[in-house]
């Protein structure tokens, strides 16, 4: 069966600090990754997906598929990265539902 | 706008009433999600419409809960006898296709008194 697993329900670092919001799976196929975010009063929306390899609001993450792992990265976090954020998997090509994690507040204190 | 609308945007009602919630997708988008956002549970998914297929109803958690999806396009959400423990945010999502990313609305916030 397949399973998202953000460890940190909640995570703190001051502005221009480093952070990655860590998130596992488990998935015997070959899944799709994305991270989404959900600002204060804002709805729920795509951050980045792994097929992308491409980097949104100098974040990126990378499929580790050794690890079954998509750690969020970011070198200098902002005060407005403070969010919730969501990892979720997409079993690969077929269709259907994402699966998410429990989520991760990121709080960045100036 | 062009983003996924639901509503209401909030619903307080008293226990063993009966709720619909209403979503209206991005137009052209075939695949439709629903999930529930509780605190501490995350996002808990629901049901999943795509195209004319029979809808994916594994997620939903009792027989009081029921979805159907009009025309392709407009879908509710329909909770009957409601339990205090149904109290949450309801998400609806679309895409244009089941492995597309998702688009989601802001969510129906419910209250069961």
């Known amino acids: 069966a397949q399973r998202v697993t953000q460890p940190e329900k909640l995570l703190s670092v001051f502005k221009g600090a480093p952070v990655e919001l860590k998130c596992n799976y488990s998935?015997?196929?070959?899944?799709?990754l994305f991270w989404y975010v959900q600002y204060s009063r804002q709805r729920l929306q795509l951050l980045l997906r792994h097929i992308s390899r491409e980097s949104i609001k100098g974040f990126t993450a990378d499929l580790n598929k050794g690890e079954t792992s998509f750690h969020l990265k970011k070198p200098f976090a902002q005060e407005e990265d403070s969010a919730m954020y969501y990892c979720?998997?997409?079993?690969?090509?077929?269709?259907?539902?994402?699966?998410f994690g429990r989520g991760t507040q990121l709080t960045v204190w100036p | 706008g062009a983003g996924v609308s639901q509503s209401p945007s909030n619903k307080v009602t008293e226990k063993g009433k009966d709720v619909e919630l209403r979503c209206d997708p991005i137009?052209?988008?075939?695949?439709l999600y629903w999930y529930r956002q509780s605190l501490g549970q995350g996002l808990e998914f629901l049901i999943y419409?795509?195209?004319?297929?029979?809808?994916?109803k594994s997620g939903l958690p009792s027989d009081r809960f029921s979805a159907e999806r009009t025309g392709g396009s407009v879908s509710t959400l329909t909770i009957q006898r409601t339990q205090q423990e149904d109290s949450a945010v309801y998400l609806c999502a679309s895409s244009p296709g089941g492995n597309q990313p998702q688009h989601f609305g802001d969510g129906t916030r419910l209250s069961i008194l």
């Open positions: 137009s052209g988008h075939t695949a």
């Open positions: 419409f795509q195209g004319n297929s029979a809808p994916d």
């Open positions: 998935y015997s196929g070959s899944p799709e």
């Open positions: 979720a998997l997409h079993r690969g090509s077929t269709l259907g539902r994402l699966y």
